[in-house]
């Protein structure tokens, strides 16, 4: 009778290190990698520089090596032309908002998920896709029409409360209240409304770009103004200003890991906005090659 549950305690011990080790080898199977995920976002001027400049733009994009690029003022652009110029930079998926107007638009390295387009109710409407796992509110708002921002908010809340990724990011004619001192001191031919901002950013939204350079306060105008827009430099000086945005959900915001805004000198050939570029650290699993004995 020892000798029989002698055994069976072997036999039970051999078959929960056979569990335990399966167990293990089943999590190693998937290695996980840690990765960068680059984001652009761009008001590119009446389709770059009223499509003047789109060669150039997209020659600029693509020394970027972005993973997702948003756009705003994609005039004269459609679903196939902004497929074609997204090639050009190495994407193979993109959607836009609408035909004729004001688009906004979206491009990717991976496939992209229309969750909506909306134009009703909004001065240029909005575009809501999700891509590398991220919802992605592509806004560009209208001064003074602040229920824009309510009604992105009202569509992002519930998908953070299950968990999901989430950026709003574009044009919001709007400034933001840490940019204040700069503001006063420089804009001084602008109006400051930080409604849009607070707005966003009562919700628990980080601003990425203040996040890893405070120091970056100005995305528009660019001396592309002069003259029709702005008189001269001097005058230029005094309505530069923050108003293009990126904002990640607060849980997300934590994987950040650079922001700021370009001032290269070729995009004041392009447009009238300077593009924000922010990074994420974003978590990849990998299936590894297994079995091979090494």
């Known amino acids: 009778m020892r000798e029989r549950t002698s055994r069976n305690n072997t036999v039970m011990i051999a078959v929960a290190w056979m569990v335990i080790a399966a167990s293990l080898l089943g999590c190693s199977a998937f290695a996980e990698e840690t990765e960068t995920l680059k984001v ?17 733009g997209a020659n600029w994009i693509k020394k970027q090596a972005a993973d997702v690029v948003a756009l705003q003022e994609l005039n004269g652009h459609n679903q196939a032309r902004l497929e074609e110029v997204a090639a050009e930079w190495g ?28 134009v009703k109710g909004f001065h240029h409407g909005y575009l809501h896709c999700k891509t ?38 574009g044009d919001f004619n709007g400034n933001s209240r840490k940019d204040e001192d700069f503001l006063i001191a420089n804009a001084t031919l602008r109006k400051r409304d930080y409604t849009f901002v607070d707005k966003v950013e009562a919700k628990g939204f980080v601003d990425i770009v203040h996040k890893h350079d405070p120091k970056a306060k100005i995305s528009q105008p660019s001396s592309i103004t002069i003259p029709r827009w702005t008189k001269d430099l001097e005058e230029l000086k005094l309505k530069r200003y923050r108003i293009d945005f990126v904002f990640a959900d607060r849980t997300f915001a934590k994987n950040s890991h650079s922001g700021t805004i370009s001032l290269a000198k070729e995009i004041e050939t392009i447009s009238d906005h300077y593009p924000v570029i922010v990074e994420f650290k974003v978590t990849k699993h990998k299936k590894p090659n297994i079995g091979d004995g090494k």
């Open 40 to 56: 652009v976002n761009w008001n590119v001027l009446y389709g770059f520089n009223h499509q003047k400049s789109v060669k150039q």
């Open 132 to 169: 590398h796992g991220i919802h992605f509110f592509v806004v560009h708002f209208w001064p003074g029409k602040y229920q824009e921002a309510d009604w992105i908010l009202d569509k992002a809340a519930p998908l953070i409360e299950r968990g999901e990724k989430v950026i709003i990011l």
């Open 91 to 118: 994407h193979d998926h993109a959607a836009i908002l609408k035909k004729g107007g004001f688009p906004v638009g979206l491009t990717s390295s991976q496939p992209i998920e229309v969750i909506e387009r909306r």
